[in-house]
């Protein structure tokens, strides 16, 4: 096992991984940016690195000033957490070239799955069902409307080198595929360098499930059960469950065989996700695979008892895995919702500010994961979220009242501070959602009763087009929504593309000094 691990991510995923390190005995380093210098990881890391200003592109995206602050530290490895460099494939191969061991897949792995046209291929070769559509990339338009025509509208193109909702548009009609076309390519160049698309059928009202994964260095691997991750807006979850609900034992058995059958069938290692979507005939079809931990990781452990950290850390260490399949045995229903300093009634615009109260919620078999306290100061620099509540059940019910106890109980305030809180008490209200039986279209069809015109009102003209309701990694046309802060989405380069790093602007090293008696987290 190491002996020191570097962690290159800030808020509750770099404590989440801090804290399975010091569990296993794992001396801890973090690296921050001038405006995380007083949080709760560089409290309690045993050495801390400043590597940049408040811009995640000269701090958390700084591959050359995270690789000097391992070495300064004498770290031996590297855990990306999630977003940022997690699965950003030049990163890991520089983190080799430096002696680091990345906490992830190989980057050959990550540089081949990264790319959405080269992992279709994969794992169409593997043998698993794909949206009907182009498996390479369509370069030019008239290829694009051969291939809609084939399968039929509505369609969705796609970039290649897309990721976090970023680089798609649904096209409804042949009209305006050219110019869907043209604008895709253009987006997709700009935010990855990368201007390939891909064409496929666009699923309407589908479901998003998705398997977690574990494999080893050796050919090992097993899955944990699936997740249902369909309440999203713009294609950011807000609360996930596991296992998926109202889809046959069969059909969610025979999804899990079949990610891990991809999966090793790739060479992948490490803790992964294959997303799907299901339609309602319970048909799936793969969309993508994460090469990283998931935010939404605390749902399988809850119903699988198995920490996935301690486990990315094992298998990173080069340990066979722990666990035979026939071991792994889920239990009960878990459900988390993401808490975002954000405003729901502006359109999820996030609401940045000090935390005067924060008072997270307890009792049995709930779970806060959170660096927020009062006092911190909710910056604009990053995502948005603050905590993740996480509780378990013996069913589903039981589970779901729980959440909104727990919510009930969760005290968050400050100047000009929103969360998502109240949305998501709407959710757990609806009917559809509470029989299980919701898909993709959930959060847009709550939003739009808000929107729903007073009959006394005048009339107001109707839009060019309604925004539909979009399967995750499917993004709705024109979407009239503030940015949703992509910062740790964005990868430090093109993928494939090599990123000769910038020197670092001189890491600041501290090393934590002994804690006060009676101080906590």
Not at 292 to 300: A, C, K, S, W
Not at 331 to 338: D, I, Q, S
Not at 490 to 516: D, F, L, N
Request: charged share 20%; aromatic share 6%; hydrophobic share 45%.
């Amino acid at each position: 096992m190491f002996d020191k691990v570097l962690i290159a991510n800030r808020g509750e995923i770099a404590l989440r991984v801090l804290r399975a390190c010091r569990e296993l005995g794992i001396r801890t380093a973090v690296v921050y940016s001038a405006a995380d210098a007083e949080s709760a990881a560089v409290r309690l890391a045993d050495q801390a690195v400043r590597i940049g200003p408040a811009a995640s592109r000269r701090s958390y995206l700084n591959a050359a000033a995270i690789v000097e602050a391992a070495r300064q530290v004498g770290a031996q490895a590297v855990h990306p957490g999630y977003g940022f460099l997690s699965e950003d494939a030049d990163f890991a191969e520089i983190c080799a070239e430096n002696g680091l061991t990345f906490i992830g897949p190989p980057p050959e792995v990550m540089a081949a799955l990264a790319d959405k046209s080269s992992a279709r291929a994969l794992m169409s070769r593997a043998g698993l069902p794909l949206p009907a559509g182009s498996v390479q990339p369509v370069a030019t338009v008239d290829a694009a409307v051969e291939v809609a025509a084939g399968i039929g509208y509505p369609v969705i193109v796609k970039a290649a080198a897309g990721g976090g909702g970023r680089g798609m548009t649904v096209v409804w009609a042949p009209a305006d595929l050219p110019r869907a076309y043209a604008k895709t390519r253009a987006a997709a160049l700009a935010a990855f360098g990368d201007d390939r698309v891909y064409v496929e059928r666009y699923l309407t009202d589908a479901r998003h499930v998705e398997v977690q994964v574990l494999c080893d260095a050796h050919g090992n691997g097993v899955h944990l059960g699936t997740r249902d991750c369909s309440v999203q807006r713009r294609h950011q979850k807000l609360v996930e469950e596991a296992p998926a609900p109202a889809l046959s034992a069969a059909t969610l058995d025979t999804i899990a065989e079949t990610a891990l059958r991809g999966a090793l069938a790739v060479g992948f290692t490490g803790a992964g996700t294959l997303e799907f979507l299901v339609d309602a005939e319970e048909r799936f079809h793969f969309l993508e695979i994460n090469c990283r931990i998931q935010v939404e990781h605390p749902v399988t452990e809850m119903i699988t008892g198995i920490d996935l950290v301690h486990e990315q850390l094992h298998i990173a260490a080069g340990a066979p895995l722990r666990w035979r399949q026939d071991e792994i045995r889920p239990h009960g229903v878990a459900v988390e919702c993401r808490v975002n300093v954000e405003d729901p009634d502006r359109g999820f615009a996030p609401t940045p500010g000090r935390l005067e109260r924060f008072v997270p919620p307890g009792g049995p078999f709930t779970r806060v994961d959170t660096h927020g306290r009062p006092g911190y100061v909710v910056g604009p620099h990053y995502d948005s979220l603050l905590a993740k509540v996480v509780v378990w059940a013996p069913d589903r019910e039981l589970a779901l009242n729980r959440l909104e106890r727990a919510l009930d109980e969760f005290e968050i305030g400050g100047p000009g501070v929103r969360t998502t809180i109240p949305f998501v008490r709407r959710v757990l209200d609806d009917a559809a959602f509470r029989k299980g039986r919701y898909t993709t279209g959930l959060v847009d069809r709550l939003l739009a009763v808000d929107l729903s015109p007073d009959p006394a009102a005048p009339t107001p003209a109707p839009p060019e087009q309604a925004a539909p309701s979009a399967p995750p990694g499917q993004a709705a046309p024109d979407q009239a929504a503030p940015p949703a802060a992509p910062e740790q989405d964005a990868p430090s380069a093109p993928p494939g593309q090599a990123a000769a790093p910038r020197p670092p602007a001189a890491p600041v090293t501290a090393t934590r000094p002994p804690a006060p008696a009676g101080s906590s987290a």
